[in-house]
């Protein structure tokens, strides 16, 4: 089992259309790579929901006494997620260690078999999802996600830092206007971190009511923009 890349997509504000890019993204990347995403988000998973294949189950298979789940393939894309394993209502209670533990799970009980691309759909916050994913999976590159909007870019602040405490590359960050401002974001803040922006996606009706038949041409670009990388 190869991976020859991993990005986390990210952001410390929650709702600003993580997984929405991640999942838009990855089916792009599909049509010309071997792409998996791993649904980091414990507590909330959704890209089952997006893939629409909430009916699924990973099967599991034994590998040298060890069980491991198959991902579920959809639009040529390996999924495995908390929401294909179990009730998204008992993980919600899950506390701290537990937490951590169900990533790990995760991480190293999903046979990915040889991938070219590996997704993180992380969950929001800075806490310590990302610090077990940093150590367990160990992402080449994140890409963060913000709006526009004053708070989320206070919160890319606190992402930006994280990702250089934790060592792992930011490629930049893509300007998620899902509210449809005219407003431009005040991005100086960020200056001093010379981040590329990467793409700037508006609200758009095919992702707000998310469907894998139909995504937005704007994931072309930003796929084929770290095609280079892999
Ligand atoms: N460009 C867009 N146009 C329209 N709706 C969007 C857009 N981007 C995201 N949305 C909608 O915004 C909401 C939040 O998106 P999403 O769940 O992808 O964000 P998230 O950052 O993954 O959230 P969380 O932090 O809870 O994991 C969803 O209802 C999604 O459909
Ligand atoms: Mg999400």
Redesign the pocket.
């Known amino acids: 089992m190869t991976i020859k890349k991993i990005f986390a997509i990210a952001?410390a504000k929650?709702?600003?259309?993580?997984?929405?890019?991640t999942a838009g993204i990855a089916i792009e990347a599909a049509k010309k790579y071997k792409v998996g995403i791993l649904d980091a988000?414990i507590y909330?998973p959704?890209q089952h929901l997006l893939f629409e294949i909430d009916n699924k189950k990973p099967q599991i298979i034994k590998r040298n006494e060890k069980k491991l789940f198959k991902p579920v393939e959809a639009k040529g894309v390996l999924l495995n997620s908390m929401g294909l394993i179990l009730d998204a209502e008992k993980a919600a209670l899950w506390r701290g260690p537990m937490l951590s533990g169900a990533i790990k799970q995760l991480i190293h009980s999903t046979d990915w078999g040889d991938l070219d691309i590996l997704f993180v759909d992380m969950?929001?916050g800075t806490g310590d999802a990302y610090l077990t994913i940093a150590s367990e999976i160990k992402p080449d590159y994140s890409i963060l996600?913000t709006t526009p909007n004053k708070l989320a870019i206070h919160d890319l602040l606190k992402s930006i830092e994280l990702f250089n405490k934790l060592d792992i590359e930011i490629l930049g960050y893509i300007v998620?206007?899902?509210s449809n401002t005219s407003f431009e974001g005040n991005f100086n803040l960020i200056d001093k971190f010379n981040l590329k922006k990467i793409a700037t996606?508006?609200?758009?009706n095919d992702?707000?009511n998310?469907n894998p038949n139909k995504t937005h041409n704007l994931f072309i670009d930003i796929s084929s923009s770290i095609e280079s990388l892999v």
């Open positions: 952001s929650g709702g600003v259309g993580k997984s929405s890019i988000d909330g959704n969950p929001p996600v998620n206007n899902i996606i508006d609200f758009n992702i707000y998310f």
